[in-house]
């Protein structure tokens, strides 16, 4: 990689870090180890394909679809099948663990990886329904389904009146 | 059904704590993004290591300045160039190391007549022993109607990657503003992409910037960039095009020559499996469609999803599957009481209902096994979800979607 690149790529990475391990966090709900490994992995493919990246419009956006692949990828390996997990992750003390927060990834640890992207992608990273086909390689009719399939059971779980949790 | 945008309000109170949650994580960030480029570092150095291991029955052969890698050769063997050229040597096997010189002097003679400056090369021995080299060479050229900046790049690309797959499509304009482009595949199976473009996507300057990118069946990725200024960027526009059209850019990222500057590089790492891979919702679709149908267009990707244009001569229509295991959590919300149990369990429910614009329709048989896997076929009296109907209704029928819905072949694979 030339200095420049290089430096272009440094620039990048310590911009989009903090973001990217804030995703991460909600994609793992709450696990604050593997998301930093997710993190990690993430930047290292970034970087090793940085100099064609670095050409795409948006190298921000394309971090984040790398992010949640690599997610569903570890989420693969570690079980062949999609399903929500049974054993929830432990949540590590990182900040302050108000009822919303361990409310929030409680349900999120609930749902199933796939879905638990599309919830991320569409609410956190406000991305539309396409954008998220997209990431996830799939079509928009699926991830409609997994919508709101995701957005009912986080309904029962969370109760109609989520802000209730929120800080005043 | 749910509709786009956070209409809901439990939407608009979900995305508010999430982004409360989400916001209260916080990291040393410095040290996860210096983490993360050492995770990026090792990895080159392990493509490096494969493949220095990987070619050890592979030996140097210096020519003229030039090195050729010949299997089973003798060491230091001096072969001419024409000698190589008359043995017609496998491209797989030929592997030629270029200097930065070298790189810029292969350019300047695939180049048409004209003045060059501004020359300067990388070649394919990186001064960094943890860096991949990124042979690549760029100069300003003027044919006598205005200066301008040509780059050459070349790399490898894992066959049938995500990122040769890239390179062979045109870039969605949504994303990417462009005048042209156009992907074609060359005689010897190479995809070549043109795109006529501008270097700023907001075309805040109107700097063009057309590019051929290249692969061939084999990885060999080199990408061509030209520009109607005598710099990428802040430069003034020289003239009202880049100097060399399409075909020209074409035989240029085509040379011979770069494939073995290619050859010279480490391998690239296979890519992550990315989940539903083990699918190939493509090919099976392209397989179950009834006969008699042409197919105009179809999806790029292997895996859970695929569509393909199809024409019976009546209109252009877009049919879409998804093949989904493990969806039994969802059956209820998908299969309502009008849907139909087959003998061995298999739900079947069909819709026939308003497309997302206008006149379009769209048809859907779904389908879920009694083991959760799902596969559901959506067809449209339209070419994509996003035109207007070019016909009354879509070229499948009910029962056409339904067989091929049912067809055992779409697990064939996982």
């Known amino acids: ?168 | 059904m749910f509709a786009d945008q956070h209409e809901d309000p439990f939407e608009e109170r979900l995305a508010a704590a999430l982004h409360e949650t989400g916001g209260g994580f916080d990291t040393d960030r410095t040290a996860l993004a210096a983490r993360g480029e050492a995770r990026g570092r090792r990895t080159r150095f392990v493509r490096r290591a494969a493949v220095a291991g990987g070619t050890a029955g592979v030996v140097l052969a210096c020519v003229g300045g030039v090195l050729v890698l010949r299997p089973g050769g003798t060491a230091t063997e001096a072969v001419p160039s024409s000698a190589t050229a008359s043995a017609k040597p496998k491209p797989s096997v030929t592997a030629t190391h270029a200097t930065d010189e070298q790189m810029i002097e292969t350019l300047k003679h695939l180049l048409p007549k004209g003045d060059f400056s501004e020359e300067r090369g990388q070649g394919t021995e990186s001064a960094d022993d943890r860096k991949v080299p990124a042979p690549s060479a760029g100069l300003v050229f003027d044919d006598g109607d205005g200066a301008a900046a040509i780059g050459v790049a070349v790399g490898r690309v894992q066959p049938g990657g995500t990122e040769a797959r890239q390179a062979a499509q045109c870039p969605d304009r949504v994303f990417v503003p462009y005048d042209a482009c156009k992907t074609s595949r060359l005689a010897d199976g190479s995809v070549v992409t043109v795109l006529q473009g501008y270097e700023y996507p907001d075309r805040r300057v109107d700097t063009k910037l057309w590019s051929a990118e290249l692969v061939t069946p084999t990885g060999q990725h080199i990408t061509v960039s030209e520009w109607n200024a005598a710099a990428e960027k802040d430069k003034p526009v020289t003239r009202t095009d880049p100097p060399l059209d399409p075909a020209q850019l074409t035989r240029l990222a085509a040379a011979k020559e770069w494939r073995a500057v290619a050859n010279a590089l480490p391998a690239p790492l296979p890519e992550p499996e990315l989940p539903g891979s083990d699918l190939h919702a493509r090919t099976d679709l392209l397989a179950l469609l009834p006969k008699g149908l042409k197919v105009t267009d179809k999806s790029s990707d292997e895996g859970d999803y695929a569509y393909a244009v199809v024409d019976d001569g009546k209109g252009r229509s877009m049919v879409q599957v998804n093949v989904q295991p493990d969806m039994l959590d969802a059956a209820d919300d998908l299969f309502g009481s009008s849907s139909e149990t087959l003998p061995d369990g298999t739900r079947v429910a069909v819709s026939q209902g308003p497309g997302d614009r206008g006149d379009q329709v769209m048809w859907t048989v779904d389908t879920m096994r009694a083991d959760g896997r799902r596969v559901v076929i959506s067809a449209f009296n339209a070419g994509t979800q996003n035109e207007p109907a070019t016909r009354e209704t879509p070229a499948l029928t009910i029962a056409q979607m339904r067989k091929m819905a049912l067809d055992a072949r779409w697990w064939s694979g996982s």
Not at chain 1, 27 to 55: F, K, N, P
Request: aromatic share 6%; proline share 3%; charged share 25%.
């Open chain 1, 1 to 168: 990689m030339r200095k420049a690149r290089a430096d272009e790529y440094a620039e990048f990475a310590a911009a989009r870090a903090g973001h990217l391990y804030r995703s991460a966090c909600l994609l793992t709900a709450g696990d604050t180890h593997l998301a930093e490994d997710l993190v990690q992995e993430a930047l290292g493919r970034i970087y090793v394909r940085w100099s064609r990246i670095s050409l795409v419009g948006n190298p921000a956006a394309y971090a984040q679809t790398v992010l949640v692949r690599v997610f569903l990828t570890h989420q693969r390996r570690r079980s062949s099948r999609e399903r929500a997990t049974d054993v929830l992750p432990e949540v590590a003390a990182a900040g302050v663990d108000t009822p919303l927060r361990l409310t929030l990834l409680d349900a999120l640890a609930r749902l199933p990886a796939k879905d638990r992207a599309v919830v991320v992608l569409r609410y956190w990273e406000d991305r539309s329904i396409e954008e998220t086909a997209g990431v996830l390689n799939a079509s928009a009719a699926a991830v409609r389904t997994r919508c709101t399939r995701a957005l009912k059971q986080l309904r029962g779980l969370l109760g109609e009146d989520i802000g209730a949790y929120a800080r005043p």
